[in-house]
């Protein structure tokens, strides 16, 4: 099993940065695609941003290109999210994501979950 833990989220104000953390224990997590997720009141999941093992096979959805980097460590577990620019629109729950399948060959659901940690961005 692998767990997650999501830190860094918080009040913004528009333009502002957060950086979000997230933190895995139990099974290594270095051969894993990892990835961000988000989820706004009355909204569907959306997937902000995913890498591979290494780092590469990047993805950001639309919405963030240019504004959020995800990055990881593997030597201490952890993979970011480093967020600028911020918009009222990224307000949600931001959930981290692993699988140990390659982000391209992911169908369905991602394997482990975080428990999420609230971005509110005021205009």
């Known amino acids: 099993q692998v767990q997650l833990v999501e830190s860094g989220g918080g009040l913004v104000q528009a333009g502002g940065s957060l950086r979000l953390s997230c933190a895995a224990s139990?099974?290594?997590?270095?051969?894993?695609?990892m990835g961000w997720f988000r989820q706004a009141p009355g909204k569907g999941r959306e997937l902000v941003a995913n890498n591979d093992w290494s780092g590469g096979s990047v993805y950001y959805a639309d919405s963030v290109k240019g504004r959020f980097t995800i990055s990881r460590d593997n030597a201490k577990h952890t993979v970011y999210l480093q967020m600028n620019s911020l918009k009222p629109e990224d307000t949600a729950v931001y959930y981290c994501?692993?699988?140990?399948?390659?982000?391209?060959?992911?169908?369905?659901?991602?394997?482990?979950w975080g428990q999420g940690t609230q971005v509110t961005v005021s205009s």
């Open positions: 139990g099974r290594t997590v270095s051969a894993y695609s």
């Open positions: 994501a692993a699988d140990p399948r390659p982000p391209g060959s992911i169908t369905g659901d991602w394997s482990y």
